[in-house]
Structure formats: C-alpha cells, structure tokens
C-alpha cells in the first residue's frame, strides 16, 4: 500500500464504555493509531458515555450513530458508503458483519473482523451475519479456543488469521500492599481475600462466581479467615446473593459492585488468590490484570482463561466443575508469593503493538 491507510472500524465501544471488550477496543486503536503505515482511522461505536477520555492522534471517534441501531447503520453507511476513501474496514463485533461486509465491497476494502468469545463460537443464527462470514479478509481472534471454535463452524477467511490476545499496561499495576481504605471499607483485617473480578450477567454464567460460592463453605471449614469478594455488576447479582444466603455464607460473600476503573488495581490488591474458574471466556483479561498486580492467579483449563496463564506457566488451572481440584489449587495459591510472575510481558502492549502490525502489513 503506497499510501498510509484510510482505516473505518465499526465497533461495539471502546472510549466510554467499560469491560473487557471495551478495553481491548481501546489497546486495538491505540496501537492501531501508533504505526506509520495507518494515515487516519475512523471508529463509529455502537454505545458510549462521558467522559471519553484522551484520544489518539490519527482517531476520529465518530458519536454520530449512537442513539440505536437505526441510527447507527444510517450513520455507518453515510461514513461507508459516501465518505472519505477507505482501505481497510474493521468489524469489531460480529453481529456488524454484513454492514461492514457491504461498506468493503463497495468501497474495494479489506475486510477484517475481530472475534472474542462466545458470540463467536457457534452460528449466529443471524442469516445474514452467517453468510457474511464469507467475505473475511483477514480474521483477528483473542485465543486460540475461540478461533478454533469459530472456524469450526464458519469458512476460513481468505487471507489469514491470526492471534491477538488482550495487552496489558505493567506499568499502571505491579504488586503493592492492600490499600487501607478499601481494606476498613469491606472489613477484610486479618482475613484471606479471595476474588472474581467481571460482569454478572444472567445470560452469561459461567464466569465462576456460582462455582466459587458453591465451594465457600468447604473453603471455611479448613479456614474461618477466608472471605470471597465478587467484583462488578449485572442483571445477575441477586441471585447469586441469594446463593450465598441459601448456603450461609452471605456474610462471607462481598459485592462490590462497579468498581471505579482509577481504582482497579488497587481492588485487585485485596485479593490473596484471584480466581477465576470460568467456562465460557473467550480469553480473560482480568487474570492477566490480577497477574500484573502479583496476585496468584487460577483459571479454568477449558476455556481462554487456560490461554491467559499461558497454559498454566503463569499460573494454576484447573476443572471448574472438579470441586476438590479448585480447593486444592486455592489453597496452593494462598500459600504463594505475591509476586509478578516471570513472562507476563508476553502481554505487554509493545507486543501487542509488534503483532498487529505484522498481521495487517506483514
């Protein structure tokens, strides 16, 4: 390409917006943004609030189309169809597909699409988002389990695909004592914190909070100072608060609710074992948050958290549904150093940086 590329990317959120998909969308365009052969790139979110926060030099971040789908479509097809010239079109969820699809086509753009987990894993059900898949370009997946479950079901793209697990900036954690505040704030003097840290959501339960508080009353029978907190928010939280009191361990269970993103390593700080025996995550960003905070991580070995502590080097995985393996590993990882652990640069954002652009330019 002799000129720097003119890039549009349709997206679900990125600034403004929170969780892990939104985070991943902002490392992407940053990076994005940060190589010499991209000219300008245009992103159109479906969903964001104020404040976005700073921005990248080359971004134009496109609020035009927020207000529902139909405007958001209008407004993707007037940029797409009609606006500045184009190269390369970036579908950031898969649902946007055939938009994204039919701005490529017309315009003559390559045509990428990112993946990043279950949505991914099986048929849409969406006939025209299924055989959308058909005009990929380059396709961009998080882990190794959610391509290989995508590409079980749908056509191979017809350049490549590649991997691009999340990145994370080691220099806003690293290991630290427990902030004192926060530590008064939940009462956890003298007590052994252990944490899940996502959203609750009803349609998506199997993160491992059910698992964990299942286990919670074995956990404090062997040891009474053990509390679990359950970082985060969704539709989905009174249930498991009433989980909890069913099995009476509502005491020993703390929601946390959002926590404030400026707060975020120090939340996971708290915690002696992070632990995350999650069955449906397409990767698992915040073990790699709770890694570079040097809390002893354990993920499931069955799902993207098994990818998240690089196959078990960076940390301990295990069965989700093996209720003596989870409480073996727990109480493993209580006993270990608190520690960042050797090769989570490995996710680094330099890395990150290096891999998409030998995806996108070679």
């Known amino acids: 390409m002799s000129k720097p590329a003119h890039v549009l990317m349709l997206l679900s959120d990125a600034y403004g917006g929170f969780g892990g998909i939104s985070q991943y969308n902002r490392d992407f365009l940053e990076a994005l943004c940060s190589l010499p052969e991209i000219g300008a790139v245009d992103a159109m979110p479906r969903l964001a609030e104020a404040p976005l926060g700073p921005l990248p030099a080359k971004l134009t971040f496109d609020l035009t189309g927020l207000g529902g789908i139909a405007r958001f479509v209008g407004a993707a097809l007037r940029r797409g169809l009609f606006g500045a010239r184009i190269d390369v079109v970036i579908c950031g969820h898969i649902n946007l597909l055939p938009l994204c699809a039919l701005i490529a086509r017309v315009r003559g753009a390559k045509l990428v699409l990112l993946i990043f987990g279950v949505e991914a894993w099986r048929p849409t059900g969406r006939s025209l988002v299924d055989y959308a898949t058909r005009r990929i370009d380059t396709l961009i997946s998080i882990s190794r389990i959610t391509l290989q479950r995508y590409l079980a079901w749908a056509p191979a793209p017809r350049l490549a695909s590649h991997l691009l697990p999340n990145a994370v900036r080691l220099e806003d954690y690293g290991a630290g004592p427990k902030a004192p505040d926060l530590v008064t704030r939940y009462g956890l003097q003298d007590r052994k914190v252990l944490m ?48 909890a009191a069913a099995l009476g361990v509502a005491d020993h269970v703390i929601f946390t609710g959002m926590v404030p993103e400026e707060r ?36 499931s070995r069955y799902d993207g958290g098994f990818e998240a502590i690089r196959d078990g080097a960076l940390g301990i995985a295990v069965d989700p ?38 995806m996108l330019f070679g």
């Open 321 to 358: 549904s093996n209720a003596d393996e989870l409480e073996q590993a727990l109480f493993a990882a209580m006993a270990a150093p608190r520690q960042v652990p050797d090769g989570l640069a490995y996710f680094g954002f330099p890395n990150f940086v290096i891999r998409l652009r030998r």
């Open 196 to 243: 899940t840290f996502g959203r609750m959501a009803g349609e998506e339960r199997a993160k491992g909070f059910d698992e964990m508080i299942e286990l919670l009353p074995r956990l404090r029978q062997r040891d009474p100072a053990i509390v679990y907190i359950a970082a985060g928010k969704g539709d989905d939280m009174n249930r498991l608060k009433a989980k």
């Open 264 to 299: 975020k390593a120090d939340y996971f700080r708290l915690a002696d074992v992070y632990a995350m025996p999650s069955r449906g995550e397409g990767f698992g960003f915040v073990i790699i948050e709770a890694l570079a905070c040097g809390i002893p991580a354990i993920a």
